[in-house]
């Protein structure tokens, strides 16, 4: 298999796919076929092809689960346009809750009304794991044993990082916002239910393949 077709296969791929495909999701598509291209011949590929999007409205991006085709932040204000769905929307404490999540974990939900000096609603907890942005990956050998809670990679890919090195460094930002400044715009009523906080709109990086007419 040459070069070019290697290359066309992958680009086929990723934006046939809703989700991001790693190098091993890759090497999967070609079975035992003799003419199966290495690690490093794929690897090779998605550098071409992120040079070949460098100056186009779409990038080729690399996140925690894999690469993906996105639209570029800078254009996602004129593309939210063609969704008819309003935006999801956060509160504050919601965004406060996942900033210490991020920061800070392994930590449990005591651990997180201490940090805030508030108690914590049971529907931020709900929202997060419904998103799947955090998980439970064990429990503080404590009295009552509560659960230990961390981030996970839809996390990572929401918020268009490949690590959690990514992430600023804490002196960097006044708030978790600050992270994806086109994200969080004050607006209307919260998602969790705490209308008495600020809240912000989700206006996220548009995955290329869930723009309208992609497929």
Do not use: C
């Not at 063609?82 to 449990?108: D, N």
């Amino acid at each position: 298999m040459n070069s070019v077709e290697l290359k066309k296969i992958i680009e086929a791929a990723l934006m046939a796919l809703n989700s991001p495909l790693s190098v091993t999701d890759m090497m999967s598509m070609f079975g035992e076929d003799p003419d199966k291209p290495d690690r490093r011949a794929v690897r090779k590929a998605l550098d071409e092809l992120q040079q070949d999007y460098a100056d186009r409205g779409v990038e080729l991006k690399e996140v925690a689960s894999g690469f993906r085709f996105q639209v570029r932040p800078e254009l996602a204000e004129w593309i939210n346009r063609l969704f008819r769905e309003r935006p999801q929307r956060y509160s504050q404490a919601l965004l406060e809750t996942l900033a210490i999540i991020a920061y800070r974990q392994p930590v449990t939900r005591g651990e997180i009304e201490d940090i805030r000096g508030v108690s914590l609603s049971t529907g931020i907890i709900r929202t997060l794991f419904e998103r799947e942005w955090i998980k439970v990956v064990g429990h503080r050998d404590v009295p009552g044993h509560p659960e230990l809670l961390a981030t996970t990679y839809q996390f990572l890919d929401y918020f268009n990082l490949k690590e959690l090195a990514e992430l600023p460094t804490l002196g960097d930002i006044r708030d978790f916002g600050q992270i994806e400044p086109d994200l969080f715009d004050s607006a209307g009523q919260a998602a969790d239910g705490d209308a008495s906080e600020d809240v912000f709109e989700d206006n996220n990086v548009i995955p290329f393949s869930n723009q309208p007419g992609s497929g």
